[in-house]
């Protein structure tokens, strides 16, 4: 009894010192019986199994109840027996009759549907309970195992004689290294392990389970030797049930679960051990390992490998199952595993962690964490034991069923989703994809606590080929797009990462990348090159030193947010993560940005908003934009983190991994040198905004880049270059304005009215200047960078450009040209957009883009807000671009509508305009044009020459330009446009721009029938008197007779034109015939004017005679009349006798 109730005997071979009150006593062997081995067997595991043969040769033998009466002789044979005769016939081979252990080893192991006869088993049970107590066997391990019962100083302290010291060398086989001793004991277990009844204190620890889970009987010879392993299977399929279904199984009492899992730990050496498995995978050994030599575990490993092939059977199956599960509960039932990682478990401290329950030590999860941890601090780890690592982490990969936690949670979730793909990972990978997130689906947190435990356990991202639904997804990607890594190289994910959604993924891939990446973003220790990189980093900034590495606190993505968060730090923002490790964050973010559900901390906050605003959005990247896109309305929380991102995304573009790739001809083209750059600080994003209508630009690309314009202007952080230029500016001047467009607004107000005002020195710094122009230029290129402008216009974009594209200022352009049609509030904000760009022309997209070579040709040296001003002056140059002349003609058009719209003019006649039109500006208003009414106001005061120097300069200009193009003229346009249409139709479809259409109007004065026209048409004829350069076809056909006659009058004031009058008059002086002509009809038209458009005062009339080319007659006419008026009265007779003849002439 002694020896059954010995704690470390559980099992096993602690029988060979049986029970005496169960052991049915036979007769004693001879004592010869190791004298009886051959001493010249040149092989020790022959002498070996030859000691063996003859301690079981001449063992003793019970009496046997119906069978022949046992010899008690030297030399007794099992095959001799006539209970056993037959079968041993017909199941065993010949040569084995005379051992009597190959003759045990042939019954036992006969096929299932062999039945023996009820006798031969109840005699081969006693044969086999006395060979375990004969103290025969104890003699011949003494000898086979001298020295290593030596070395082994539990065992040379046993006590001889009780059988102590097999069950000794049992519990040491791992340390045993003769191999003879290695085979006798396995000779001796494979005896015992065939009837669960013959372990002693099995058989007292789990009789009560027995029979409570009905897994058997111990009554011998109640069932046969096959059906005995039976009941150890029942009894680990209910231990396995308990820890899957807590709250369905019957608990198993305490020492009978540890009897269990003893009985699987001493049997995992030799396959032939565990005898359920062993007949259930018999054939299918053959058919898979037949090459494979039993010991050491290797059989089952050989069977776990194939356990999924089609060909393996479901019982063999179902058996390789339970023993991996009850591998995963306790890793010593793994021979190879608890052999090969002995000393790193040890080493590595990983059975002293007080922290946690003794049983969970022995967790095949717990361990390989562990050492994982110890793998990823760069401690030692064996290669051995890694490769046993490797194995077992394939194997939780491939079957869900292993891991219990998952089993219990994720029940619900397997039967909805994911029934019918058990095999090679798929329904693990089912429920990683359910755990995703699928907005379809939920998963229960527990579920996905269980599967993130896994996915650490098995830590497939430092192989991908421990996920075999993921290798066999991406073999062919891995072949074409990775080949240049190492098989098994953590970088093979990363690589498969930087090819998602590009020509070379495949579906499939997509799919299982996409589900692991998910867990592993949510524990930074899964990627090991980032682990690596930045462990110290984490230390040192995070402060995570003595987090237990396999502590579940840890809260989710809370260490690498942290990394992230100095990864973009500048100097002065104080500790920055090092170079190695800021490298390796960049990847990781780069990677994230393909999918928000790669950004743990992004999908937890934003949870919400995904559903309410994106559910629409499931395409690559659209889920992202969308939460930018709603960014004002997001939750607050959610809100925070997009704008992190957004931030981030605006100092390193190349975070966003699909633009890059879309936008790849361009950056090649255009941006390869900041591209090139280690850092970017939004070089890049400028560079391609920049180059956004090249023709190397896509439509991908464009919407890209245009995406995230739009998505600046809702924060100015969201512009790295320009927070970093502008943000003490914004504080000092703009503080509490948070949308990028308002500041710029309120930073460009600031510049410009410094510039107005002349101040001494700018209150906007000059790096932010330079910054504050590049932003108003890129905001000019595309209305909806401009939120105000596009807001006020969206229903007039939809009616009048609704074929129009946006950028490239094309609908900005439309709007233009369809002023006249706007509603109020969209013509409001066009004209004060137009008012702005008149006063700075580089911000004038159209105009910039279209007249770029030409202002390069001819605009070098002027200034930027002149530019315009340049581009006009040289506008009828032979080297004008056609494209840009039309446009300046545009441009001078929108500025004659308008004074305001002319800076140059505003200026030069600030004192002139409230003089002389001060009624017009009484009616206008702050945001609509005036038609021109000012500027024609000014036209009649320069023909009356009341200006100022300066206005009277920038007038002449004016009126230069418009007589050349009435267009120009927009109250000419506005009142003769019908007549026009009728009486110079010609003229004006040609659009020479040489003033043929006023010279219609002149010609057919008579003909035109509507006043308003006549009028404008009239004031036109009163400016041609003024200065002949107003009339182009009058100085086109006089500049000969002006170079001859008149070159040394000063043009203006009407002198060059009077000039010309006297000598049409002067009788010697012959005209050019058609100067003379053109003179003639002036003249025949002046007067027609003078008759139809009388002086409306004496002013009016005043000035008229002034400005006639016959002012000296008209002035002579009037004097001598005045004479005439006065000599009346004194003419009377000799009313005034005093008066001389010398005072009459003195009045004269």
């Given at each position: 009894?002694?020896?059954?109730r010995?704690?470390?005997?559980?099992?096993l071979?602690?029988?060979?010192?049986?029970?005496?009150?169960?052991?049915?006593?036979?007769?004693?062997?001879?004592?010869?019986?190791?004298a009886?081995?051959?001493?010249?067997?040149?092989?020790?595991?022959?002498r070996a199994?030859?000691a063996?043969?003859?301690?079981?040769?001449?063992?003793?033998?019970?009496?046997?109840?119906?069978?022949?009466?046992?010899?008690r002789?030297?030399?007794?044979?099992?095959?001799?027996?006539?209970?056993?005769?037959?079968?041993?016939?017909?199941?065993?081979?010949?040569?084995?009759?005379?051992?009597?252990l190959?003759?045990?080893?042939?019954?036992?192991?006969?096929?299932?549907?062999?039945?023996?006869?009820?006798?031969?088993?109840?005699?081969?049970?006693?044969?086999?309970?006395?060979?375990?107590?004969?103290?025969?066997?104890?003699?011949?391990?003494?000898?086979?195992?001298?020295s290593?019962?030596?070395?082994?100083?539990?065992?040379n302290?046993?006590?001889?004689?009780?059988?102590?010291?097999?069950?000794?060398?049992?519990?040491?086989?791992?340390n045993?290294?003769?191999?003879?001793?290695?085979?006798?004991?396995?000779k001796m277990?494979?005896?015992?392990?065939?009837?669960?009844?013959?372990?002693?204190?099995?058989?007292d620890?789990?009789?009560?389970?027995?029979?409570?889970?009905?897994?058997?009987?111990?009554n011998?010879?109640?069932?046969?030797?096959?059906?005995?392993g039976?009941?150890?299977?029942?009894?680990?399929?209910a231990?396995?049930?308990?820890?899957e279904?807590?709250?369905?199984?019957?608990?198993?009492?305490?020492?009978?679960?540890?009897?269990?899992?003893?009985?699987?730990?001493?049997?995992?050496?030799?396959?032939?051990?565990?005898?359920?498995?062993?007949?259930?995978?018999?054939?299918?050994?053959?058919?898979f390992?037949?090459?494979?030599?039993?010991?050491?575990?290797?059989?089952?490993?050989c069977?776990?490998?194939?356990?999924?092939?089609?060909?393996?059977s479901?019982?063999?199956?179902?058996?390789?199952?339970?023993r991996?599960?009850?591998?995963a509960?306790?890793?010593?039932?793994?021979?190879?595993?608890?052999?090969?990682?002995?000393?790193?478990?040890?080493?590595?401290?990983?059975?002293l962690?007080?922290?946690?329950?003794?049983?969970?030590?022995?967790?095949?999860?717990?361990?390989?964490l562990?050492?994982?941890?110890?793998?990823?601090?760069?401690r030692?780890?064996?290669?051995?034991?890694?490769?046993?690592?490797?194995?077992?982490?394939?194997?939780?990969?491939?079957?869900?069923?292993?891991?219990?936690?998952?089993?219990?949670?994720?029940r619900?979730?397997?039967?909805?989703?994911?029934?019918?793909?058990?095999?090679?990972?798929?329904?693990?990978?089912?429920?990683?994809?359910?755990?995703?997130?699928?907005?379809?689906?939920?998963?229960?947190?527990?579920?996905?606590?269980?599967?993130?435990?896994?996915?650490?356990?098995?830590?497939?991202?430092?192989?991908?080929?421990?996920?075999?639904?993921l290798?066999?997804?991406c073999?062919?990607?891995?072949?074409?797009?990775?080949?240049h890594?190492?098989?098994?190289?953590?970088?093979?994910?990363?690589?498969?990462?930087?090819?998602l959604?590009?020509?070379?993924?495949?579906?499939d891939?997509?799919?299982?990348?996409?589900?692991?990446?998910?867990?592993?973003?949510?524990?930074?220790?899964?990627?090991?090159?980032?682990?690596?990189?930045?462990?110290?980093?984490?230390?040192?900034?995070?402060?995570?030193?003595?987090?237990?590495?396999?502590?579940?606190?840890m809260?989710?993505?809370?260490?690498?947010?942290?990394?992230y968060?100095?990864?973009?730090?500048?100097e002065?923002?104080?500790?920055?993560?090092?170079?190695?490790?800021?490298?390796?964050v960049?990847?990781?973010?780069?990677?994230?940005?393909?999918?928000?559900?790669?950004?743990?901390?992004?999908?937890?906050?934003?949870?919400?908003?995904?559903?309410?605003?994106?559910?629409?959005?499931?395409?690559?990247?659209?889920?992202?934009?969308?939460?930018?896109?709603?960014?004002?309305?997001?939750?607050?929380?959610?809100?925070?983190?997009?704008?992190?991102?957004?931030e981030?995304?605006?100092?390193?573009?190349?975070?966003?991994?699909?633009?890059?790739?879309?936008?790849?001809p361009?950056?090649q083209?255009?941006?390869?040198?900041?591209?090139?750059?280690?850092?970017?600080?939004?070089?890049?994003?400028?560079?391609l905004?920049?180059?956004?209508?090249?023709?190397?630009?896509n439509?991908?690309?464009?919407?890209?880049?245009?995406?995230?314009?739009?998505?600046?202007?809702?924060?100015?952080?969201?512009?790295?270059?320009?927070?970093?230029?502008?943000?003490?500016?914004?504080?000092?001047?703009?503080?509490?304005?948070?949308?990028?467009?308002?500041?710029?607004?309120?930073?460009?107000?600031?510049?410009?009215?410094?510039?107005?005002?002349?101040?001494r020195?700018?209150?906007?710094?000059?790096?932010?200047?330079?910054?504050?122009?590049?932003?108003?230029?890129?905001?000019?290129?595309?209305?909806?960078?401009?939120?105000?402008?596009?807001?006020?216009?969206?229903t007039?974009i939809?009616?009048?450009?609704?074929n129009?594209?946006?950028?490239?200022?094309?609908?900005?352009?439309?709007?233009?040209?369809?002023?006249?049609?706007?509603?109020?509030?969209?013509?409001?904000?066009i004209?004060?957009?137009?008012?702005v760009?008149?006063?700075?022309?580089?911000?004038?997209?159209?105009l910039?883009?279209?007249?770029?070579?030409?202002i390069?040709?001819?605009?070098?040296?002027?200034?930027?807000?002149?530019?315009?001003?340049?581009?006009?002056?040289?506008?009828?140059?032979?080297l004008m671009?056609?494209?840009?002349?039309?446009?300046?003609?545009?441009?001078?058009i929108?500025?004659?509508?308008?004074?305001?719209?002319?800076?140059?003019?505003?200026?030069?006649?600030?004192?002139?305009?409230?003089?002389?039109?001060?009624?017009?500006?009484?009616?206008?208003?702050?945001?609509?044009?005036?038609?021109?009414?000012?500027?024609?106001?000014?036209?009649?005061?320069?023909?009356?020459?009341?200006?100022?120097?300066?206005?009277?300069?920038?007038?002449?200009?004016?009126?230069?330009?418009?007589?050349?193009?009435?267009?120009?003229?927009?109250?000419?346009?506005?009142?003769?446009?019908?007549?026009?249409?009728?009486?110079?139709a010609?003229?004006?479809?040609?659009?020479?721009?040489?003033?043929?259409?006023?010279?219609?109007?002149?010609?057919?004065?008579?003909?035109?029938?509507?006043?308003?026209?006549?009028?404008?048409?009239?004031?036109?004829?009163?400016?041609?008197?003024?200065?002949?350069?107003?009339?182009?076809?009058?100085?086109?056909?006089?500049?000969?007779?002006?170079?001859?006659?008149?070159a040394?009058?000063?043009?203006?004031?009407?002198?060059?034109?009077?000039?010309?009058?006297?000598?049409?008059?002067?009788?010697?002086?012959?005209?050019?015939?058609?100067?003379k002509?053109?003179?003639?009809?002036?003249?025949?038209?002046?007067?027609?004017?003078?008759?139809?458009?009388?002086?409306?005062?004496f002013?009016?009339?005043?000035?008229?005679?002034?400005?006639?080319?016959?002012?000296?007659?008209?002035?002579?006419m009037?004097?001598?009349s005045?004479?005439?008026?006065?000599?009346?009265?004194?003419?009377?007779?000799?009313?005034?006798?005093?008066?001389?003849?010398?005072?009459?002439?003195?009045?004269?």
């Amino acid at each position: 009894m002694a020896a059954c109730r010995r704690a470390q005997l559980l099992l096993l071979l602690s029988s060979v010192s049986f029970c005496l009150h169960c052991t049915v006593h036979g007769l004693k062997a001879p004592n010869n019986a190791i004298a009886n081995v051959p001493a010249n067997l040149p092989n020790p595991a022959d002498r070996a199994a030859a000691a063996a043969a003859a301690a079981a040769k001449d063992a003793p033998l019970a009496p046997v109840a119906a069978a022949s009466p046992p010899r008690r002789t030297t030399g007794w044979k099992l095959s001799e027996e006539a209970a056993c005769r037959e079968d041993l016939a017909r199941l065993c081979p010949k040569h084995t009759w005379s051992n009597n252990l190959a003759v045990l080893e042939c019954l036992q192991d006969r096929k299932e549907e062999m039945e023996l006869a009820a006798d031969c088993n109840h005699l081969l049970w006693n044969y086999k309970l006395n060979l375990t107590t004969d103290p025969k066997f104890e003699s011949v391990a003494m000898e086979v195992c001298k020295s290593t019962i030596s070395e082994i100083k539990e065992c040379n302290e046993e006590e001889r004689g009780r059988g102590y010291l097999l069950s000794c060398l049992v519990d040491h086989r791992s340390n045993v290294s003769e191999h003879q001793c290695n085979q006798y004991i396995t000779k001796m277990t494979s005896i015992v392990f065939s009837d669960y009844r013959l372990i002693c204190g099995f058989m007292d620890k789990c009789k009560e389970d027995i029979n409570t889970l009905r897994c058997g009987s111990i009554n011998v010879g109640h069932k046969d030797v096959h059906s005995q392993g039976e009941v150890i299977a029942c009894l680990e399929k209910a231990l396995v049930r308990e820890v899957e279904q807590p709250d369905q199984a019957r608990p198993i009492r305490e020492e009978c679960k540890k009897a269990i899992m003893r009985v699987a730990e001493l049997s995992s050496d030799d396959f032939h051990l565990d005898r359920y498995l062993y007949f259930s995978c018999r054939n299918d050994r053959e058919r898979f390992c037949e090459n494979t030599q039993a010991g050491e575990g290797k059989v089952y490993k050989c069977l776990f490998n194939h356990k999924f092939e089609e060909a393996m059977s479901e019982k063999c199956r179902e058996a390789l199952t339970t023993r991996q599960k009850l591998i995963a509960q306790d890793y010593r039932v793994s021979y190879s595993l608890a052999k090969a990682c002995k000393a790193d478990l040890r080493k590595q401290h990983c059975n002293l962690d007080n922290t946690l329950p003794r049983a969970r030590e022995a967790r095949l999860s717990y361990l390989l964490l562990c050492l994982e941890s110890a793998v990823h601090h760069g401690r030692v780890v064996s290669g051995e034991c890694q490769g046993e690592m490797l194995d077992y982490r394939r194997m939780l990969m491939e079957d869900f069923s292993l891991s219990p936690e998952i089993v219990l949670h994720c029940r619900g979730e397997i039967e909805a989703h994911c029934s019918g793909l058990h095999r090679k990972g798929r329904t693990l990978h089912c429920l990683m994809r359910v755990g995703r997130g699928d907005r379809s689906s939920t998963v229960d947190s527990l579920c996905q606590s269980a599967l993130q435990t896994l996915i650490q356990s098995a830590d497939p991202g430092a192989d991908y080929r421990i996920d075999r639904a993921l290798n066999e997804a991406c073999e062919s990607v891995i072949q074409t797009a990775c080949k240049h890594i190492r098989s098994g190289d953590p970088m093979i994910l990363s690589c498969l990462m930087e090819h998602l959604y590009t020509e070379k993924m495949v579906g499939d891939c997509e799919h299982r990348l996409l589900e692991l990446q998910y867990f592993i973003s949510r524990d930074w220790k899964l990627d090991p090159i980032l682990y690596k990189k930045c462990h110290g980093d984490a230390i040192r900034l995070c402060h995570t030193r003595g987090w237990n590495e396999t502590s579940e606190l840890m809260p989710p993505g809370a260490v690498f947010s942290c990394l992230y968060r100095h990864a973009y730090r500048t100097e002065e923002q104080g500790r920055r993560l090092s170079r190695d490790c800021k490298v390796e964050v960049q990847r990781i973010l780069h990677q994230r940005a393909l999918d928000v559900k790669l950004d743990p901390e992004l999908q937890r906050r934003c949870m919400t908003d995904l559903g309410k605003w994106c559910s629409e959005k499931t395409d690559t990247g659209q889920e992202l934009e969308c939460l930018q896109d709603h960014l004002e309305d997001l939750v607050s929380s959610c809100r925070e983190v997009v704008g992190n991102v957004t931030e981030l995304e605006s100092e390193d573009i190349q975070i966003e991994a699909l633009l890059i790739r879309a936008c790849e001809p361009v950056i090649q083209t255009h941006c390869h040198d900041v591209a090139d750059n280690q850092i970017d600080t939004g070089d890049l994003m400028e560079c391609l905004v920049q180059n956004k209508h090249q023709k190397e630009m896509n439509d991908k690309c464009a919407v890209g880049v245009t995406h995230f314009q739009l998505i600046q202007m809702k924060d100015f952080r969201f512009s790295y270059k320009f927070k970093m230029a502008c943000k003490e500016d914004v504080l000092k001047l703009c503080p509490n304005i948070k949308k990028k467009v308002d500041v710029v607004i309120c930073l460009s107000t600031t510049v410009r009215n410094d510039t107005l005002q002349e101040a001494r020195e700018q209150r906007v710094s000059l790096k932010c200047r330079k910054q504050l122009r590049v932003e108003e230029l890129e905001m000019s290129e595309d209305i909806r960078l401009e939120p105000e402008l596009y807001d006020s216009c969206k229903t007039d974009i939809s009616r009048l450009c609704s074929n129009v594209a946006f950028g490239n200022a094309q609908m900005i352009e439309c709007l233009k040209e369809n002023k006249k049609q706007l509603s109020p509030r969209c013509h409001q904000r066009i004209f004060r957009l137009q008012e702005v760009e008149m006063s700075d022309p580089e911000l004038d997209y159209q105009l910039m883009r279209v007249c770029k070579q030409m202002i390069k040709r001819f605009c070098t040296e002027a200034d930027a807000r002149n530019v315009l001003q340049c581009l006009k002056q040289n506008k009828n140059s032979e080297l004008m671009d056609p494209k840009c002349k039309q446009m300046i003609t545009k441009r001078q058009i929108t500025q004659n509508t308008d004074y305001r719209l002319n800076p140059v003019l505003r200026k030069a006649c600030r004192a002139d305009i409230p003089k002389f039109c001060q009624s017009i500006l009484n009616k206008a208003s702050d945001d609509t044009e005036l038609e021109g009414q000012v500027i024609s106001c000014l036209k009649l005061k320069y023909a009356d020459q009341r200006l100022s120097p300066d206005c009277e300069d920038q007038i002449r200009v004016i009126l230069q330009e418009s007589a050349l193009d009435y267009r120009l003229d927009p109250q000419l346009q506005m009142h003769c446009t019908e007549e026009i249409s009728r009486l110079c139709a010609e003229e004006a479809a040609a659009q020479e721009q040489t003033g043929q259409v006023e010279e219609c109007l002149k010609v057919n004065l008579l003909k035109i029938k509507q006043d308003a026209c006549k009028k404008e048409v009239l004031n036109m004829l009163k400016e041609s008197k003024a200065d002949i350069f107003v009339d182009p076809v009058l100085h086109t056909a006089c500049a000969l007779d002006l170079k001859h006659h008149c070159a040394a009058i000063t043009p203006g004031r009407g002198r060059q034109m009077s000039c010309l009058m006297e000598a049409l008059q002067d009788k010697r002086v012959r005209l050019q015939p058609e100067c003379k002509k053109r003179l003639q009809d002036r003249i025949d038209m002046w007067s027609y004017a003078a008759k139809v458009a009388p002086a409306e005062g004496f002013s009016d009339l005043a000035v008229q005679v002034m400005t006639s080319p016959s002012k000296n007659y008209i002035l002579f006419m009037i004097a001598l009349s005045v004479c005439v008026l006065f000599l009346v009265p004194w003419l009377t007779p000799l009313n005034r006798p005093g008066i001389l003849k010398s005072d009459l002439k003195s009045l004269c």
